[in-house]
């Protein structure tokens, strides 16, 4: 029986894409749900790419529900030019991934998030992946979420590491500080799992070649998914050696927290947009003699983690 509830709150790029079937393969979770978010692709898409991904995967049990589609500070929202070249227009490489025919559900992501918090309680993670707009909306709502849910572990942030936005900035956070900043100050039991680690666990298209020979349809789209990523890595100068695992660490990060070495640190997020480091992830130093509520992942066994991650994706994609 599966020990964890988790919810992923997805914008839903090709990282994204291999963290949910780490999630969906994994004995230890219970994925009761999606929250698509804004990020890598307007909402609408990254909903609709999350549906297709599921159907594929055979997890059609596995409701999608819509998030924002902006900002908290802005009325709309237009996907980085660089996320298309990352992640191609349509989100997951360019790939025609069959479509659903399920819907996403009526009822919003936020109070999705909400009744989960109360129901599940010290059993629930929440995991985004993308912007944390979503849980700053939750939070605003329902601030008792803040101690009910029983842990968040998030993809983003930089401390230890540059930004890979601005010197100071990684994109998820970009997308939205003064969200990030409220879940950061409001949210108990966090943990980033930012750039600091993500960018030392890369997988490359030897391992994608060991998918493809598998042999089924699923194989072959992640296949080509990926190596969609890596080539635009190598395009764009990110990383020639790879194509970093950095939604999919986060998501074995929240129930394998050996893999990673953490700093306990209460952190903020810079809101002045006149200071230069806008959107930066660091310690609160008003927080300094209080308790502390959030930790930051600050060296991964990334050798021990891609070997567990390409056995898990043999699995799922098998």
């Known amino acids: 029986m599966s020990r964890y509830k988790m919810i992923l709150d997805l914008d839903t790029g090709i990282d994204d894409a291999l963290a949910l079937a780490y999630a969906i393969g994994h004995d230890d979770i219970d994925l009761i749900g999606i929250i698509a978010s804004y990020g890598n692709n307007l909402m ?3 909903a609709a790419n999350s549906l297709n991904l599921l159907d594929l995967l055979g997890a059609k049990d596995v ?46 992501g936020i109070d999705f998030l909400i009744e989960s918090a109360h129901q599940y309680q010290e059993k629930l993670i929440y995991l985004p992946t993308g912007p944390l ?11 008792a979420i803040g101690q009910l849910i029983g842990q968040t572990t998030l993809m ?19 997308q939205d500080p003064e969200a990030a900043n409220t879940v950061f100050k409001e949210q108990e039991r966090l943990t980033m799992v930012g750039l600091d680690v993500t960018l030392r666990t890369l997988l490359t298209k030897k391992e ?4 493809r020979a598998l042999g089924s349809k699923k194989a072959q789209l992640y296949a080509d998914i990926m190596d969609f990523y890596i080539d635009a890595y190598a395009t764009l100068d990110i990383d020639k050696r790879g194509a970093a695992l950095h939604d999919p660490l986060a998501v074995a990060v929240a129930v394998q927290p050996d893999y990673i070495d953490t700093l306990p640190l209460n952190m903020i997020v810079t809101t002045d947009r006149e200071s230069g480091d806008y959107g930066r992830t660091i310690g609160d130093t008003s927080k300094l003699l209080e308790p502390v509520t959030s930790k930051a992942a600050i060296l991964v066994d990334q050798d021990r ?8 994706m043999l699995k799922v994609l098998a």
Do not use: C, Y
Request: hydrophobic share 35%; no cysteine.
């Open 44 to 46: 609408p898409v990254t």
């Open 305 to 312: 983690f891609v070997a567990d991650f390409q056995k898990m």
């Open 156 to 174: 983003g942030g930089a401390l230890t590491v540059p930004g890979n936005v601005t010197p100071f900035t990684e994109a998820n956070i970009n």
């Open 133 to 143: 707009t979503n849980l700053a909306l939750a939070l605003k709502k329902d601030p």
């Open 208 to 211: 994608t070649a060991a998918w």
């Open 63 to 108: 409701p999608v529900f819509h998030g924002a589609a902006h900002s908290t500070t802005t009325e709309d929202f237009d996907t980085m030019p660089v996320s298309k070249l990352i992640h191609g227009k349509n989100g997951v490489g360019n790939v025609d991934v069959p479509k659903s025919k399920r819907q996403v559900e009526q009822q919003s």
